[in-house]
Every structure is written in structure tokens, then in C-alpha cells.
């Protein structure tokens, strides 16, 4: 069953760094285009970056320029570096694949990892 698990974020001053880490199984990762979301309490799930198995990336424009995203096929995972972060990127992150014809919402394939930023 295809599963993903979100690590890194944490907390951060306004203009710091942080990066996140997926790590995927249950589907076959290099054929899967795959995309971080996020989503703050009381607030839409909103799709920020993406990229796909060729490694071409795609951003939001609230992340261009800040946030770079990166996979490496061999060892199943996808990375979200993140600069100059601001106190609105404070939310959960998730890592998911688009997979058709799979049911699961989107920001509720896992746990998502916290990420914070302090002004």
C-alpha cells in the first residue's frame, strides 16, 4: 500500500532555513510525480511545489525563489529545502505522490511534518 513519511521541519526565526524529508513506498517512486502540500489550522490544504520523475520542479508562487524541491529515485525520497522562510509558511507539511485513480485526500496521506517560523 503506498505509504510516505514526512521528517525534518522544526522551528525557525523569520529568515532562517529548514528542510523536510519524505521517504516513500508501496508504489513505484520513479514513475511517480510527486508534490509537497501544506496546510495551517483553519486553513486549505495548499499544494506548494512539485516534480516529477524527470526531476522537473514546479512552485507556488508564495514559494518561488525560496523553496527548492529534489528527489532521488534510487533512494525513494523527495526534499524540500526551504530559505527565507516567513512566518505565514508556518504550517504542516506533506509529502505526496500522484498516484490515479487513489482516493486519498490530499494533506492526509501521513503525519506531515511542523514546520514553525517566529517573527
Known amino acids: 500500500w503506498p505509504q510516505v513519511v514526512e521528517t525534518g521541519g522544526g522551528s525557525v526565526e523569520a529568515g532562517g532555513s529548514l528542510t523536510v524529508f519524505c521517504r516513500a513506498s508501496?508504489?513505484?517512486?520513479?514513475?511517480?510525480?510527486m508534490g509537497w502540500f501544506r496546510q495551517s489550522p483553519g486553513s486549505q490544504c495548499d499544494e506548494i511545489s512539485t516534480?516529477?520523475?524527470?526531476?522537473?520542479?514546479t512552485y507556488a508562487d508564495s514559494v518561488k525563489g525560496r523553496f527548492t524541491i529534489s528527489r532521488d529515485n534510487a533512494d525513494r525520497r523527495v526534499t524540500l529545502q526551504m530559505n527565507s522562510l516567513k512566518p505565514e509558511d508556518t504550517a504542516v507539511y506533506h509529502c505526496?505522490?500522484?498516484?490515479?485513480?487513489?482516493?486519498?485526500?490530499?494533506?492526509?496521506w501521513g503525519k506531515g511534518s511542523e514546520v514553525t517560523v517566529v517573527s
Open positions: 505526496e505522490p500522484f498516484l490515479e485513480g487513489n482516493p486519498t485526500p490530499r494533506c492526509a
Open positions: 508501496g508504489f513505484a517512486f520513479e514513475e511517480a510525480k
Open positions: 516534480i516529477d520523475p524527470d526531476g522537473n520542479p
